[in-house]
């Protein structure tokens, strides 16, 4: 908060024990100064916009009736959590500015005693609150277990699985919905309706999905009014047996603007709190936004061209206008994963052109499918991975570096990693129109950069790599959007030994040119990969298998096998040596 | 069928043609002959029973009423399947037992156009089929599409995130559920009392699942009653939105110890068709017996510990009476493994003893759930994967060769291989016992050995390998249960090279022993790895990193990526090169 404006409560919040000495009259006060801390640092910071403000008096009736951390609030995806931070010790990276990076932007047992997961993927909450419910349980201790969980991961394959399997606890366990009509996008799939029919009914409509899943349901007409949602969560506190309370909340709630454009505020860049236009910008293309109009071009000329999200329809630069544009030939499935690789892996085999894109940190939550549903049946569907990449989202939960050894492992697979903005099309465009094999391109994200040349248009020769640069001694495999450092290492070791080494553009990840790596032995000694992922199960360790009888020596680089969280990247290439000069020098040396 | 019985009309069924033909009267007869075809064959090959013995009248009327393959019917699981396998010209795998063998046990488009799909993993018939129908509404075409699942099935994450999304077609799919109240062994999940209100009030219950994911919903009572099947499917062709038929069966009908003990009969070994006996057995110990019977005793002196199944109870020995001795101790969440495995790390997280088991195959359903739910969160709970072994299932939607690249790449897991019986209760006794990290044991598939030794009872100290046989020149790591191929190949190279190699057991998966093989170069030239798995991302590829820069030649053994289906064990391990001679002799040559 600005220095001259008056907090009353918010900074006389240490613990939870404080919410519940004040008033209903002081906790709408609280509620306000809260919103205003969160439109205030979010304006400056960027974060999750809409979930926090929607969840202002929830979060404070949730403390004000419950004992954290005796009781367990366990928040889904827990981008909504920043409330229940500021109430539990952590106000301060709240109200000021310094102190904003004290906190993640997710739940997280470091910080606090209050938080008892790292989350940030959805459709969780309920599984996992429900295994300390169990533990509560064989122990014979007591307390309340809260799951809270937002409409839009309800859709979520471990959700639903969670909500099925909740009643048969037998014991307390509280699951909060929280409905705010939305997901990050609008809200796709039946159960919709189904919630739309409660909110219509006050709750009482027959034909209820939380009962259909054997659980007691309460509905709370106002999960912004706090008095409302203090007296339903007092009526459930103890409760002997698994109940949801449906409680409807306004996503964006105090901030006209998120009120009314409730997808573009889900999340938000820094923006000025008067207009609400960002205030910084990015210039120059970008992977989604060229899909995007690559993919509408085709699907007017291909109506069997369609493109599938799960749930995230910008990180293809599906646009609401955008997706208007493509019509039935886009589908959202929801926060649906897994549905949506079976889905495309359907599409493709009955002769259509889907091509699902998502996160490299959402494919983790599809595998079973990549393997049996896909690859097994050998469906011609395309799969695009975006933020791949040590580049990507670098909080511990949203990491990219970990979808090589997930994918380019399964049998039959062919997974490609383009090293410029002309391969990536040349290769998309190839996987959607070929129908021999399941296909997903590793998006590169180091930029969109364009080398000029004329792509190849073919990539149906699997496993054919491409020499850049003929050279000797040394040769370079870089792979996908680690090409770039790969032209800079080759620079770096020409300049310290005198000796211009190969350079090669792998192109396929999940299988090996064996007869070009054979050749390489003729006049090389030394072969470097690099890959922007963990070495484990990569790409690198392939080659060192292949090279492992040769008297070739092999240097596989690439991130080491573990959790990052919120890293600088400069810091992280250089610990695990990905700069051209410590490449440079491990050739010196070796070579000596 | 035997050659003294009269077979009136199956013999004559080339195609769902020839089923048309039929009147209601002749249909009761094909049912019976269908039935008592399959009690005859798999009375003498095994194969799932009680299943198919439900589906005889559903399958004939889906024949009668729909044209395959111009409509579509994707079967979940499949193993259902073998009664659409009798009607689609594949009659003869059924009646001639020397043909037997010429049918998959699920369907497989390489055996007929009538199968769209090779499925063996539950809950995707729903999502696969969704595409189908979107492929079919992209080009124009039409027809309809028919989605078959059981209600076991229902519970999985896949499936209940397709049910969720059916609605949003908005153009011709029937889903048919396949009701017989019953998984693998009982139903878990709170959806299931909404089938059994579905049943006792006719489907007319206002609280529905199906219609609160948005569906229409039709009921009927009797799915083993072909008039009634034929008038219902009757009056859903050709509807012009998704379709919930909720039919009612009787899962082994016919055979009445099936009928009985549907658990028992839900897959069957070769019996006697009179007193239902098998006529094989095993004789000596499994994993599964002795662990159940570990794990109780266990429970008997800490209420904390805990096994957790996804509806497979008996991969780890729970028989119904051991579930009933465990009580409270043991959980059957229902096929729901993401649900089991973050349901497990929220146990854990509070301080109790969790221990999931399930299939290797199965352990692909819940990958974002390993590294999200259990790994990020350092949480101590025990997975136990069973049957990852060339030894294991061969079906090709049921191979456990692909979980060394699937678990061991994940950060902060450990992965632990024993070799031996005293070994595996060894480390999962640690497992349970230790609260520092995630552990998941590879089980042994090579049959339950006992090496009589006394085995550590403390792995806390990662990645330390264990030397079993001092040798020279050639070191051998030969993980978990290739060990005694290990064991037998270091006799095979000492008598073709005179020279006694070093065996080690390596443990642990998931790291490396840096001091123990940087110890090895001093006086070895060859190592060898040995793991039954993949190669592609497995632990020989982590070796062969290891030394890519020095002088150590590398020869890494295990099985190539790839989709086997129905293999011969033998003939894999020798293409595989997994004999000891084999590998002896590549020593010889390389060593020349």
Known sequence: ??????????????????????????????????????????????????PNLGMVEATIALHYVFDSPKDKIVFDVSHQSYCHKMLTGRKDAFLHEEQYDDVSGYTNPAESKHDFFNVGHTSTSVSLASGLAKARDLSGESGNVIAVIGDGSLSGGEAL????????LKSNFIIIVNDNNMSIAENHGGLYQNLKELRETNGTSPCNLFRAFGLDYRFVPDGNDISAMIAALQEVKDIDHPVVVHMVTQKGKGYALAEQYKENWHWC???????????????????????????????????????????????????????????????????????AVAFSSGIAAAGSKPVFATYSSFIQRTFDQLSQDLCINKSPATVLIYTASVFGMSDITHLGIYDIPLISNIPDMVYLAPTCKEEYFAMLNWSIEQNQYPVAVRVPC?????????????YSNLNKYQVKQQGSKTAILALGDFYQLGEETAKSIA???????????????????????????????IVITLEDGILDGGFGEKIARFYGTSDVKVLNYGLKKEFLDRYNVEEVMYQNRLTPEQIADDVLQLSE
Do not use: W
Not at 161 to 168: I, P, V, Y
Not at 272 to 290: A, H, N, Q, R
């Open 161 to 168: 699985e969670g909500l099925d399997f909740a009643s048969e």
């Open 495 to 525: 300049e310290k030994t005198g000796i211009a080494p190969t350079l090669v553009n792998p192109r396929y990840i999940t299988g090996l040119d064996e007869k070009l790596l054979t050749k390489l032995k003729e006049n090389h000694s």
């Open 1 to 50: 908060m600005g220095t001259g404006e008056i907090i009353m409560y918010l900074e006389k919040i240490s613990t939870p024990a404080d919410v519940k000495k004040l008033d209903t009259e002081q906790l709408v006060i609280l509620a306000e100064e809260m919103r205003a801390a969160l439109i205030q640092k979010l304006s400056k910071h960027g974060g999750h916009f809409g």
């Open 446 to 458: 180091n930029g969109v950069i364009s080398d000029g040349e004329q792509a190849e248009t073919d």
């Open 269 to 339: 860049m820094p923006f000025d709190v008067e207009t609400g236009k960002p205030t910084v910008s990015f210039e120059g293309e970008d992977y989604g936004t060229l899909t995007a109009d690559f993919l509408l071009e085709k699907m007017k000329h291909d109506p069997k061209v369609v493109a599938v999200t799960a749930a995230v329809p910008t990180v293809m630069g599906f646009t609401e206008e955008k997706r208007k544009a493509a019509g039935k030939q886009f589908v959202d499935v929801g926060i649906a994963e897994e549905h």
